[in-house]
């Protein structure tokens, strides 16, 4: 019997694979020809913060072996850029490539001429405030789109703000009042849109100080604060006496507070005896605090080091306007001018010289001609 060949025909079930594995390899293909290189995590930290660790990044390749520049830029809350740095060309292998330190060359860097760019390039680390980091892969060689990443940096905490006069519950003897507060930073580390505020609110008999600072209406508000003294003007509503107050200082950035201190209470005592009189303390370099006249009168203590003889004191408005007034020493017997070796308590009585509202200097000299003042107020 003769045997038949069948003819090598390709079956339709074979043909349909061929072409399923053509389709597959062109879309291997077309995959590699579009290889992307993303941004996984960024590693950066407020407190390390240099040109080098700005761009240590964990990167994902979906293609081979690819080339790209990194580009890394760190802004301040108002936009400004406060650190800018650029990577050297880098070789990626296909997946995920954690970029160290020991692998990155900074082609070129810049920190921001301002006070908070100069502070970083010397502590690096961020004043305290909110940043945004964003990286930005350039792709190169072997890869078709690159990536940019960005995040919010939160270095509020680096900044410590305390409160230090008046005390948590102290009495204070006076309805003006300098407000102490510290914090751990210069002011001149403050972004544009960063601020320092002060709040006084009166409270209620059973409101705590953290309450009342959340509900009620202040009774002071200074914004914008650059001083760590403050002092309560006159031009404010007065503080009553026996009247509970609390007062919080708070950081403002981009309109929201970041950082605040605790809040403390204090009380205005009320009218003392009229024969309790309280005598300022001269001094060589003034504060921000002041003394307020009392009847016309201010009363104070000068204790002369050297010898008995004549007080030299004189008066000056703002202006160094200059008044040569006479005092009495209680110490004395009410003398007028007289000064005594040791410790000395004096009665200035201003009723005679007409003087308007505002803040005036009284100046006095010891017999080295050196002077002891004191910053006073005439309602």
Not at 18 to 38: C, F, I, P, R
Not at 79 to 99: C, D, E, F, H, M
Not at 323 to 343: C, H, I, T
Request: proline share 5%.
């Amino acid at each position: 019997m003769k045997k038949s060949h069948k003819s090598r025909l390709f079956r339709p079930s074979r043909l349909r694979s061929l072409q399923a594995l053509a389709l597959s390899g062109w879309m291997l293909g077309a995959l590699a020809a579009e290889a992307q290189v993303s941004v996984l995590h960024s590693h950066l930290h407020p407190l390390n913060v240099t040109p080098k660790s700005s761009l240590q990044v964990s990167l994902m390749n979906t293609g081979g072996a690819a080339t790209v520049r990194l580009e890394s830029n760190v802004y301040n809350v108002g936009g400004q850029v406060v650190l800018r740095a650029t990577s050297a060309p880098l070789q990626l292998k296909s997946g995920v490539n954690r970029i160290q330190s020991n692998q990155l060359l900074v082609a070129n860097s810049m920190f921001a001429s301002s006070a908070p760019g100069k502070y970083l390039q010397t502590h690096h680390r961020l004043p305290a405030g909110l940043y945004t980091h964003c990286l930005t892969v350039v792709p190169l060689n072997g890869a078709e789109t690159g990536d940019e990443y960005c995040h919010d940096l939160d270095a509020s905490e680096n900044d410590f703000l305390q409160l230090s006069f008046p005390f948590d519950r102290d009495r204070i003897p006076t309805q003006y009042p300098v407000f102490v507060w510290s914090h751990s930073e210069p002011f001149s580390n403050l972004s544009e849109g960063e601020s320092f505020r002060l709040t006084v609110v009166e409270l209620t008999e059973a409101q705590s100080p953290e309450s009342g600072l959340a509900a009620n209406t202040p009774q002071f508000l200074q914004a914008n604060v650059l001083s760590h003294q403050v002092s309560y003007p006159p031009a404010a509503r007065k503080l009553q006496p026996e009247q509970r107050y609390a007062w919080r200082v708070e950081k403002i950035s981009g309109g929201q507070v970041i950082n605040q201190t605790d809040a403390w209470e204090f009380t205005l005592e009320g009218p003392s005896p009229q024969d309790d009189i309280r005598f300022a303390d001269l001094q060589r370099d003034l504060d921000g605090s002041f003394y307020e006249t009392v009847n016309d009168r201010i009363y104070f203590r000068f204790d002369e080091k050297y010898q008995k003889g004549e007080v030299q004191l004189r008066i000056l408005n703002e202006r160094r306007q200059e008044l040569q007034p006479s005092v009495k020493n209680l110490r004395l017997e009410d003398q007028l001018n007289a000064l005594a070796g040791g410790y000395n308590q004096f009665e200035l009585d201003l009723s005679g010289f007409g003087l308007s509202s505002g803040f005036y200097y009284l100046e006095v000299f010891n017999r080295k001609q050196e002077a002891y003042r004191l910053r006073f107020f005439v309602p």
